[in-house]
């Protein structure tokens, strides 16, 4: 058996050797052929977390993202003049993210008093929330799932080899041993490159959302503040049929 593994080392070197020759995808489904039914799992949680890293990198980055320290200052123009129909277009104008949202959904409610305001505010913020952290718990999720169907593949692997040692011809010994030794590898290997960009993309991406989070609730304390340090100037505003359409 001793020698039989040796041999069966020897081979395996030597294909690595020769495997700098192959091309890139001729690699993978060689990788991919060796680990067997296991690899199937993890390509599923491969697929699933690379679309949910697109979509919410999308979002996150793109979408959701806007200067909040310049639209704050374009905004204390308005209500420092108390023009409440420009403040509601100006918000209206840009960027439309979950943060122009909550804002404007408080300063469409100006007219009906502070009390108005915040509830506005905290129900626009309660409805966004959700959006901006959808999906991400699903990358800690998939990884540590691939990084278990890599561990199962892994067990597979081993017991076919432990079942080569007490069972199987020992001219075919070599054979299965290499052949269960290559599906364990190839797919703790697999497992392990799905669940290591899911979870740091996991990191990432929550941390970015909790930013965004962040930043809506200072935004909203201070819009609210503005309001109320500037009541006198909204004591007769109304918002007008136009207001928060101009730009929409």
Known sequence: MNLGFVTNLTILANAGGHGAERSFFEE?????EAGQWGMYPIAVCLVFALAIMVERAFVLFGK????????????????????????INYVSGQKQTPLTQVIKAGLMNVPKGEEEVQAALDEASLRETPRIEARTGYLAMLGNAAMLAGLLG???????????VANVNPAD???ILANGISEAMNC????LLTAIPAVVAFSILSGRATSIVNDINETSVAVLNLIVNNRDKFKNATVSASAGHDEE
């Open 28 to 32: 993978v489904a060689k990788r991919w």
């Open 64 to 87: 959701a993202s806007i200067n909040k320290e310049a639209f704050l200052r374009g905004l204390k123009k308005h209500i420092y003049a108390g023009d409440l129909d420009k403040a």
């Open 173 to 175: 010994k070599a054979t």
């Open 154 to 164: 892994t067990v597979s692997g081993l017991i076919a080899c432990f079942e080569a």
């Open 188 to 191: 703790t290997g697999f497992g």
